[in-house]
């Protein structure tokens, strides 16, 4: 039987686009959002993947809000819960019920620059080079253990939008990555850091700038 992921998301879903267009050997019990206008949902629905809302502001709680989505997921009893653009912070109960079963897309080289508008931090720093991050979730915001990570150049005459696409065109690629060895089960956890098995040769390096 394919493991099963339940994908949540607050937006447009372009990665949860690219997840389910890349052909997993997973199956995507649903796709949850907690805005109802969440563009994904659309996306998933045509694709008759089951989506449901769980809208944060029916909730007077942050712990009353992940209760009633800890309900909504676990409906689907998925081996993993992926984060796509899902932008809530978690109460420590919700991670710990997922422990090792919460997966994260965060669009920079993490440990930097987490939180919000990552791309406008990095501009800001003037770092030369700049990325995205699959980890899995902890209490802490933006960290726990990494999986993978994608990085691309910040050029001259960068702006947010710019270096935001560049970013993501990289995250449509590097997360379904992710969640294939999630799924051939080649993730393993070693002293909080992530092993993936199999063999990575070398790609060179990265410099920015590089000179043509
Ligand atoms: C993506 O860039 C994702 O990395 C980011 O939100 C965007 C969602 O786009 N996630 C975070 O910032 C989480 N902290 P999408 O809805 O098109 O996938």
């Known amino acids: ?23 997993l050997p997973l199956e995507v019990a ?5 805005l109802p206008e969440a563009g994904g949902l659309e996306l998933a629905d045509a694709q008759g993947i089951p989506t449901a809302v769980v809208d944060h502001r029916a909730y007077a709680t942050r712990a009353a809000f992940d209760a009633a989505l800890m309900a909504a997921i ?4 998925p081996q993993l819960v992926v984060l796509a653009g899902f932008m809530r912070i978690f109460t420590p ?8 079963r919460l997966i994260n897309i965060h669009p920079s080289l993490l440990p930097a620059f987490p939180g919000l508008h990552t ?8 770092v030369r080079i700049h990325g995205c991050t699959v980890h899995f979730v902890t209490d802490e915001l933006d ?3 990494i999986v993978a990570q ?30 294939r060895w999630w799924a051939e089960g080649r993730l393993h956890q070693d002293d909080g850091r992530i092993a993936v098995e199999g063999k990575f040769p070398s790609s060179g390096t990265l410099m920015a700038p590089e000179e043509a």
Do not use: W
Not at 1 to 21: D, F, Q, T, Y
Not at 74 to 77: A, G, L, S
Not at 160 to 177: G, K, S, T
């Open 1 to 23: 039987m394919k493991p099963r992921i339940v994908i949540l998301i607050s937006g447009r879903g372009s990665n949860m686009a690219a997840i389910l267009a890349a052909g």
């Open 30 to 34: 649903a796709v949850i959002s907690n």
């Open 74 to 77: 676990d409906r689907h009893d």
């Open 93 to 100: 109960e919700f991670v710990a019920h997922y422990r090792a």
């Open 119 to 126: 791309h406008r931090q990095a501009l800001a720093a003037g």
């Open 143 to 145: 960290h726990g253990p």
């Open 150 to 179: 994608a990085a691309v150049p910040v050029l001259s005459g960068d702006t947010e939008d710019l270096l935001a696409a560049r970013v993501l065109r990289c995250e449509h690629v590097l997360y379904p990555r992710a969640l």
